[in-house]
């Protein structure tokens, strides 16, 4: 499937500090990039998405910016809260399907 | 909200069973998938359908088929479980068209266990 890059793969922060991830893509024809949250045995589930035509999108505490040209997109997470604790997935669309980056661990630190 | 329903939380089988695993969707979803979740993997796709009876191989389709005789089923077999097959197993959907075609909604998983 396409490539899709994820750093990194753990991260720590203390309790209000921010954390961002990083995903790299390999195929330009690419236009739809979700960010999947997954609690600890719970389900994966969508919490933001960017299109091709839009650079950066926002919803509350988290942001999600797409550079096309240079093929990346990230994810932000402002005022970190234990429950943004998680394994967060990055992904790309291609046709019918969603491909996935390996996964970040985040923890946040009381 | 979409349900997405995967028949057993937990398995143990073992090598050369022949294994299925279930899942159903509730909300008339074109598009299934099914994923397998492994640690520093993340997900990796192995079987998709976009329609009754149609099926595409993903990544990972080796040693594994699927079955999609009705819209709101689809099935993964294990033709001959081995123990490197051992993961949890996500099933997932997504409608076809409109705004939400690329939004999967996701089971609950299926932790196999291959002896």
């Known amino acids: 499937g396409e490539n899709v890059e994820q750093h990194p793969s753990t991260l720590s922060v203390q309790e209000g500090d921010s954390a961002v991830i990083k995903c790299t893509y390999s195929?330009?024809?690419?236009?739809?990039f979700p960010w999947y949250k997954q609690e600890l045995g719970k389900r994966p589930q969508l919490i933001i998405d960017?299109?091709?035509?839009?650079g950066e999108k926002k919803d509350q505490r988290i942001a999600v910016t797409l550079n096309k040209t240079a093929k990346h997109f990230s994810l932000h997470i402002t005022e970190t809260q234990p429950e943004d604790s998680a394994v967060y997935f990055c992904?790309?669309?291609?046709?019918?399907?969603?491909?996935f980056g390996a996964g970040t661990t985040v923890t946040v630190r009381a | 909200d979409v349900k997405v329903t995967q028949s057993s939380r937990y398995l143990v089988k073992r090598t050369g069973e022949k294994v299925f695993l279930e899942c159903v969707q509730d909300?008339?979803?074109?598009?299934m998938f099914w994923y397998r979740q492994d640690p520093g993997l993340g997900l990796r796709l192995i079987y998709f359908?976009?329609?009754?009876?149609?099926?595409e191989k993903g990544d990972i389709p080796e040693g594994y088929s699927v079955s999609r005789e009705k819209k709101e089923r689809f099935s993964l077999i294990l033709e001959s479980a081995s123990t490197n097959q051992t993961s949890m197993y996500l099933c997932?959907?997504?409608?076809?068209?409109?705004?939400?075609?690329?939004?999967?909604?996701f089971g609950s998983g299926t932790q196999l266990s291959v002896l």
């Open positions: 960017i299109r091709s035509n839009v």
């Open positions: 997932a959907s997504s409608s076809r068209g409109g705004a939400t075609n690329e939004k999967l909604f």
């Open positions: 909300m008339d979803h074109e598009n």
């Open positions: 359908s976009y329609d009754v009876k149609m099926k």
């Open positions: 992904a790309q669309w291609d046709d019918y399907k969603l491909s």
């Open positions: 195929d330009s024809a690419s236009n739809y």
